[in-house]
């Protein structure tokens, strides 16, 4: 078996004039936009990258704003519309290299991105939609759960990579622990004071622009959204996801009534981190059937 070839590194610019950081799986074909969720960075696509470069196209797995190695933007707008906002921009970018609308796949946070810049009411940017374990209506206890987890180390951080791992296994007690820290590393960013932090900036929960402000408002127009697609569509949802219920795929899937729909056994919210060969199958038989 050959090994994978490793990505080539590329810089986007966001809505605000903001950097993000990318990297490019794939030298030919149709345009593949990776969104990552909240707190996560590019590199959590490294796999689903691979599988699409295989597939004869071209994944482009973004960090996205104040996430990774993409700017930390000075205003601190880190509301719902404004990752959207960089989502239609770069879905025009990419579709201007290759004169082809991109697939958008998007997991949480970026699932929420997409779904509103696709939808938003400015005339569809991408050719076909992927959410991974995201809906319009989640469970809100599922988001306090996951935010708690985040804030928990907010500020204070980890003494060590191997304290950061012990958190995570804490928190994710089904998943086994990997043999090495190099991909937790990657999430981490080693500070000043010798203390490692999220690889995030800590205003996308704290700042007056958060994510999350004004989640009803967040809702209707994640509702709309669904409504107003009608490019292709793929709903892929963790069978032990702590916010998409089976109730919330139903609500969806009348929402988006042409979506298909697959559920992954054994996976909680980080569906391709907890099952990634079942989240590989589908979003590779999801690519097979796009023209």
Do not use: C
């Amino acid at each position: 078996m050959t090994r994978a070839s490793a990505p080539a590194a590329a810089m986007f610019t966001g809505a605000s004039g903001n950097t993000l950081a990318g990297d490019v799986y794939g030298e030919e074909g149709p345009p593949v936009l990776l969104l990552h969720g909240g707190g996560q960075t590019r590199h959590a696509w490294q796999k689903t990258g691979e599988l699409i470069a295989r597939m004869g196209r071209v994944a482009y797995a973004i960090d996205q704003r104040g996430h990774g190695d993409s700017e930390w933007v000075k205003d601190a707008a880190y509301q719902y519309e404004d990752f959207a906002a960089d989502a239609r921009v770069l879905a025009d970018t990419l579709a201007e290299r290759s004169g082809v609308r991109p697939v958008a796949v998007g997991a949480s946070l970026g699932g929420m991105a997409s779904l509103l810049a696709n939808g938003g009411g400015q005339g569809e940017v991408f050719s076909a939609l992927v959410l991974v374990d995201i809906t319009p209506r989640i469970d809100s206890g599922g988001v306090a759960k996951i935010q708690g987890f985040m804030r928990a180390q907010i500020r204070e951080g980890f003494g060590s990579i191997a304290e950061a791992a012990d958190a995570v296994a804490a928190y994710l007690p089904h998943r086994p622990r990997p043999r090495s820290h190099e991909g937790l590393k990657k999430n981490l960013r080693l500070h000043p004071d010798g203390r490692w932090r999220w690889h995030w900036d800590p205003k996308f929960l704290e700042g007056n622009r958060r994510i999350g402000a004004g989640s009803e408002e967040v809702e209707r127009k994640l509702v709309e959204a669904a409504r107003r697609t009608t490019i292709p569509a793929l709903l892929v949802r963790g069978a032990s996801s702590e916010l998409v219920g089976e109730e919330h795929a139903r609500d969806f899937l009348k929402l988006v009534p042409h979506a298909r729909y697959a559920d992954v056994s054994g996976a909680r919210h980080m569906v391709a981190g907890d099952r990634n060969d079942q989240f590989a199958n589908a979003i590779e038989e999801f690519l097979l059937e796009l023209k």
